[in-house]
């Protein structure tokens, strides 16, 4: 399994994401796009449907410093496993 480390916008980021910029480019690589009418203020929304018919919304913070405990959130709303997202990277 792949641990996730707390994600500090430092030289060790380039590996894994440090912001949410970083996070956003890898949701975008998942077929996830910008909900319409969501997201205003420190955060940004972005959607997906998937082959099911079952819309996901991901709700990701602005900021440089993303925690582990919210970057584990986010992966569960957009139900993409550890190694998954990783790929995306």
């Not at 480019?25 to 996830?32: E, I, P, S, V």
């Amino acid at each position: 399994m792949v641990k996730l480390p707390s994600l500090p916008a430092t030289a060790r980021a380039l590996a894994v994401p440090g912001s949410s910029r970083q996070i956003v480019q890898a949701l975008r690589r998942a077929g996830f796009v910008e909900a319409p009418d969501r997201g205003k203020g420190s955060h940004r929304a972005f959607c997906r449907v998937e082959p099911s018919g079952r819309p996901r919304l991901v709700i990701v913070p602005k900021g440089k410093d993303i925690p582990r405990g919210t970057l584990r959130a986010i992966l569960e709303q957009a139900g993409l496993g550890r190694e998954e997202f990783v790929r995306f990277l």
